[in-house]
């Protein structure tokens, strides 16, 4: 009888249905709208009651309908189950760092570059807050954010979209009314404003928990969390500031992408300008320096971009920076205590470094109790000793340092400080190179092991996984680990004794560590750790020797004939090969099934004509993953970009290619099939 008094009027249900929807998305439209004008205009509408009632109408419809519930909901931001590990992402586009200036004049000389080499009497500026948070890549497909990664090495981050999707001034959806680009790849920054940061910090020490070192922290350590339920109780924002990429042309100037940005709802900076001459530009970063205490966030300068974006194609980059924009930096916050000791530090590659111990003194709502003397040199030219009273500064506003010595009258000075004669890890002698001091105990002083394995296993290098700092301790520690090599001699039954390891953990870094068996040249020279030599240098020996056994086996007159390598570097490399110590760990490594791709020999030192040029993948590739095929392209002096342009060399399609196909056609890019892309890189390469 009930189920025939159900189904007598079966219209009636669905009119109920579509009603709820109607109140549903009414509701949902309503949030989203002064969300907006919180968060992208900063001007609110109505008062906080009333938007708690609002959210509280439509989560309470939602409990009444569950089926109704959408993932675009402003309710579904309370997180997700936790997660094992966050994944990897490879970005769109590479997310490169600024080059960082300090002293006006040179502000002034970048100025005078941009102007010589855009040949023009005058350059226009945008200029915006320096955000001290975390850089992140934000996603939209139809209007819909579908993901959202950190910065990582600036290839490829960790993908942080269920957390970003808890941050309230993140629009889950876009304005359609505005009409946003169906694919549209966006840079942002996620900080912390500071009373929020100081809650959390009284609520965590309150409960028991150490608390944050400064907001930075706290939102990158809150943004990375496996447990997003933790990141929604974090009180985040983000703000936008770049279009990556974007279906259709993008805007012509700079500042025109940053009103696009808030127009389709992204939050963008209310403190941003757009100035004629350089002039004006450092009037903006005085008067922005000036009134930098009384914002709500903490800033540590600001940036500067070259407006026209023509201009800044023309501009180009370099290796890890754009060469059209500069990170002003606002002069560090300097305070006043009192050194207590100096103590000894050893690092990763045996330099040894002097730290002042502090009288705990807050510096821009940091507490700092020890700062970094540099080396001896610097100790003895500032003339820091123990029982001074010093000038304290966050240089940059990170690492704090101390500017100078404060005369004190009738003080009593202690002894002048001297380096040791002995390393204060191994006992090793030191060795004097320039201003520096170093450990010759290499891989005998646990402090440079550690670190060197910590280098080794890093990113940008073998890329091991799983192989932290705290790990990385415990093998020393332990002397499962007293080089290199003896990461692969590792087994299961030895990582179970140690702290935090179970079979899972266990089989993650032993399957971590076995993938890094195979490795490309540069990125070995990379983990070695060799002095002066980072991820640029170790790209030019790689290309430009092609084989480990000849980079070995060249002395300091062959590296010096390389443009980009000094006697410094060279000098380096010679003594690090010459060491009997390190050759024998590269011999185990290799005996223990290490394999170093060598760059084939019609390639080594050829000029590459897709040098300096990009490839542009769209579609699915049916036997490459985009990491595959970014090296392949990387081997041909070229780099993959996620946009087309007259620069691209050739567009790779795949299966379902996109818009990027359209466009290849219409600039008159050549197009191939992956069975052509490899082709190419076959009669290239000669592999």
Request: aromatic share 6%; glycine share 8%.
């Amino acid at each position: 009888m009930q189920h025939d008094l159900f189904n007598k009027n079966p219209g009636a249900t669905s009119d109920t249905t579509r009603s709820v929807q109607e109140q549903l998305l009414r509701l949902k439209e309503q949030i989203r709208h002064h969300d907006f004008l919180y968060y992208v205009k900063d001007r609110p509408e109505i008062s906080d009651g009333e938007y708690d009632r609002l959210f509280r109408e439509l989560v309470e419809l939602e409990r009444a309908h569950p089926e109704l519930v959408t993932s675009d909901s402003p309710t579904q931001r309370i997180g997700a189950p936790p997660l094992d590990e966050l994944g990897k992402v490879q970005h769109q586009r590479p997310m490169l760092s600024l080059d960082s200036l300090v002293d006006p004049a040179d502000v002034l000389a970048f100025d005078q570059r941009m102007k010589r080499e855009l040949e023009t009497d005058q350059v226009e500026y945008t200029v915006e807050p320096k955000f001290d948070g975390l850089s992140v890549e934000l996603v939209y497909d139809q209007g819909s954010f579908v993901q959202g990664s950190t910065r990582g090495d600036g290839t490829t981050g960790e993908d942080v979209t269920i957390n970003l999707r808890t941050i309230r001034s993140l629009p889950l959806q876009l304005q359609s009314s505005a009409h946003p680009p169906a694919h549209l790849v966006v840079r942002g920054e996620v900080y912390m404003r500071l009373d929020d940061f100081h809650a959390l910090n009284r609520r965590m020490t309150e409960q028991g928990d150490d608390a944050f070192a400064n907001p930075r922290n706290a939102a990158a350590g809150s943004l990375r969390q496996l447990d997003s339920h933790i990141t929604a109780d974090r009180p985040l924002v983000v703000t936008c500031y770049e279009v990556m990429a974007m279906d259709g042309p993008p805007p012509s100037s700079h500042w025109d992408e940053l009103e696009a940005l808030a127009m389709w709802g992204l939050p963008v900076s209310s403190l941003r300008r757009r100035c004629e001459t350089i002039d004006a530009v450092m009037a903006f970063h005085r008067k922005t320096e000036q009134r930098r205490d009384n914002l709500p966030y903490e800033i540590d300068g600001v940036v500067v971009k070259v407006n026209r974006r023509d201009w800044q194609k023309q501009l180009g980059a370099k290796s890890r920076s754009p060469r059209w924009t500069i990170a002003y930096k606002f002069a560090p916050r300097k305070e006043i205590t009192v050194v207590q000791d100096i103590v000894v530090s050893v690092g990763r590659t045996g330099t040894l470094t002097p730290l002042a111990l502090l009288r705990p003194v807050e510096v821009g709502g940091v507490t700092i109790s020890r700062a970094t003397l540099h080396n001896a040199d610097e100790v003895a030219r500032k003339d820091i000793r123990v029982g001074d009273s010093v000038k304290v500064e966050r240089a940059g506003d990170v690492i704090p340092a101390i500017a100078e010595r404060v005369s004190v009258p009738g003080e009593t000075r202690s002894a002048p400080f001297a380096m040791p004669n002995r390393c204060p890890v191994c006992r090793s002698a030191v060795a004097r190179e320039g201003a520096y001091v170093y450990c010759t105990g290499q891989a005998a002083c646990p402090a440079q092991l550690k670190g060197a394995i910590e280098h080794f296993a890093s990113k940008s290098a073998l890329n091991i996984e799983g192989l932290g700092k705290k790990t990385v301790a415990q093998l020393v520690g332990q002397g499962l680990v007293q080089d290199l090599a003896d990461l692969y001699q590792l087994s299961r039954v030895q990582l179970l004794r140690l702290e935090g390891f179970a079979e899972r953990s266990s089989t993650l870094l032993l399957n971590a560590i076995a993938r890094s068996k195979r490795v490309s040249l540069d990125r070995f020279l990379m983990g070695l750790g060799i002095r002066q030599v980072g991820q640029h240098i170790a790209k030019v020996l790689a290309r430009e020797f092609g084989s480990l056994d000849a980079i070995m086996s060249a002395d300091q007159d062959r590296f010096q004939t390389i443009q980009e390598i000094g006697p410094e570097i060279s000098a380096s490399l010679v003594s690090y090969f010459q060491e009997n110590s390190n050759r024998r760990v590269i011999n185990r490594l290799q005996k223990l099934g290490l394999s170093i791709e060598e760059i084939p020999a019609a390639q080594i030192g050829a000029p590459s004509p897709f040098a300096g040029r990009s490839f542009v993948f769209t579609g699915g590739l049916a036997g490459l993953s985009r990491g595959e095929a970014k090296t392949l392209v990387e081997r041909l002096g070229a780099t993959v970009s996620s946009s087309v342009s007259k620069k691209t060399a050739c567009v790779v399609a795949g299966v379902d290619p996109g818009s990027k196909l359209d466009q290849a056609r219409k600039l008159g890019v050549m197009i191939l099939s992956e069975d052509e892309f490899l082709q190419l890189i076959k009669k290239q390469t000669g592999t």
